[in-house]
């Protein structure tokens, strides 16, 4: 660079240089020149700094502000007050647990479940918007209303998790603030890498550190039996073959998880949830647009298999899911580290939650399409490849035996349930279409 060869020209130690013009006129025009193109130099490093650091930050500010990941602010002795209320114990064998996804679907029937028998309960949300935020702060309320409180943050940022430990001594984490759906894993694939896997670690990096360290029970998924042909799927089935993005980072999280568990003690429980559905869901999920869509007299797209073959999901109720999950926390050994070191062998689980009774996806729209009183404009196709796999059939023995797992609402009954809360939250079509 030319300017770096100028300062370079100027000799460290000033007498040894030999100059035509008396030596303080020399000092002046070298002093002169020096601080011209040191004045010049570091503009330019300033600059290229500034303009560097302010674009990656605004790419990084306009990412954060599209997924809403960013934490608002926290902390002071009144926030403090609040996250310590909420978490209160109120019945004598009560647990505290912090709720991750409080505002989601499954976390909010979880955290509404635990507060009502009496358990402390905190809540942690970023309210991002990979669907209607909207429902995510109708869901709030209604926690609030129950004396919850859902600190609004992100599972990465380890600063606020830290200081949420720092104020209550959890006795178990209910993980369940993820990137959910399949589908969506083929648009925005570094958000699944964030939430299931970076955000995964972060927690579980907070969890080893606390102490006392908290038991965790956290959100798997179907999806990771993947292309496994064997059914009904039975935990001990090969999960090598995801068949999503989606899908691979929650069975990256079950390794994850298995690595914290070995290594500091952890007591981890992984819980493979097999197709959710319920009041208060999500409305990216076939269900719920197909409902909107029916209403709406929109055609729906059904998928089949190859030679028109059936394709089909072991639907659970979100009830059934609800008492799997409390199930899970109170059957939860202590973790036995402490001080991010390991005292010696720590309880490690999977268990499948799901209904064990496939349904086809055409016999879900025939009961919406009797519940809801209008015919839906069906679209038979061809099931894309975007990580869809053709059914899911859950084995519960597992989950039987050690929760005393017992689902018991069908279809039908569930179904009848949602179209009643779908109904009675957005009318019949024009709030549904924020
Ligand atoms: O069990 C699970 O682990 C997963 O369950 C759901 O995933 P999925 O079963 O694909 O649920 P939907 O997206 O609601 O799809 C349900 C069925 O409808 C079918 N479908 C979906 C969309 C569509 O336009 N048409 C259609 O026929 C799908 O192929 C699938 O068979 C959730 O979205 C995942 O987050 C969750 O982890």
């Known amino acids: 660079m030319k300017q770096m060869n100028h300062i370079d020209d100027i000799p460290s130690t000033p007498g040894k ?17 020096l601080t011209f193109w040191s004045f010049v130099f570091l503009s330019l490093i300033f600059f290229f700094c500034f303009r560097s650091s302010s674009s990656s930050s605004s790419a990084l500010s306009t990412d954060l502000s599209r997924r809403s990941l960013r934490t608002s602010s926290w902390g002071g002795p009144e926030w403090e007050k609040r996250v310590r ?40 949300d970023n309210f991002n918007d990979y669907y209607d935020p909207s429902l995510k702060r109708a869901r709030q309320a209604l926690l609030e209303r129950s004396g919850i409180f859902i600190v609004e943050g992100d599972i990465n940022d380890m600063v606020l998790v830290k200081k949420l430990f720092d104020v209550v ?9 993820a990137q959910a759906g399949v589908r969506y894993a083929m648009q925005n694939p570094s958000s699944y890498v964030h939430s299931n896997i970076a955000g995964l670690v972060s927690m579980l990096e907070v969890c080893k550190s606390a102490n006392p360290q908290p038991a965790i029970v956290w959100a798997s998924s179907s999806s990771v039996y993947g292309l496994n042909t064997k059914v009904p799927f039975s935990e001990k089935d090969r999960t090598d073959q995801p068949a999503s ?33 319920g009041p208060w869901g999500r409305p990216d999920m076939a269900y719920f647009f197909f409902t909107k869509d029916i209403l709406k007299g929109k055609s729906i797209p059904i998928f089949e298999a190859a030679n028109h073959g059936t394709v089909a999901r072991d639907f659970t109720y979100i ?12 059957t939860a050994e202590k973790s036995t580290g402490s001080g991010g070191k390991k005292k010696g062998a720590a309880q ?35 099931l894309p490849r975007n990580g869809d796999v053709q059914f899911t059939h859950a084995n ?8 005393g797992y017992k689902p018991s609402t069908d279809l039908q009954t569930g179904l009848k349930k949602f179209v009643r809360w779908y109904l009675s939250y957005y009318g019949t079509g024009k709030k549904s279409d924020q």
């Open 396 to 403: 519960i023995t597992f989950a039987r035996r050690e929760l």
């Open 17 to 33: 240089y030999k100059s035509p013009y008396g030596h303080r006129n020399r000092w002046h025009s070298n002093l002169a020149k």
């Open 245 to 277: 993005l989606y899908a691979a980072t929650k069975k990256a999280g079950e390794e994850i998880a298995h690595t914290y568990n070995h290594i500091y003690g952890l007591s981890l429980t992984g819980l493979r949830f097999f197709t959710v559905y």
């Open 319 to 330: 009830d059934d899911i609800v008492k799997g999950c409390l199930a899970a926390l109170d």
């Open 85 to 124: 209320n909420s978490a209160r114990i109120k019945s004598p064998n009560g647990i505290s647990v912090l709720v991750t996804g409080a505002a989601g679907f499954v976390g909010t029937h979880v955290s509404a479940a635990l507060k009502r028998r009496g358990d402390g309960v905190l809540g942690l």
């Open 169 to 177: 001594a959890f006795s178990h984490v209910m993980h369940l603030a």
């Open 348 to 382: 490690m689980r999977v268990f499948n939650l799901g209904n064990t009774s496939p349904v086809p996806v055409s016999d879900l729209v025939s009961i919406l399409e009797r519940l809801l009183k209008v015919k839906a404009k069906r679209l038979v196709m061809k």
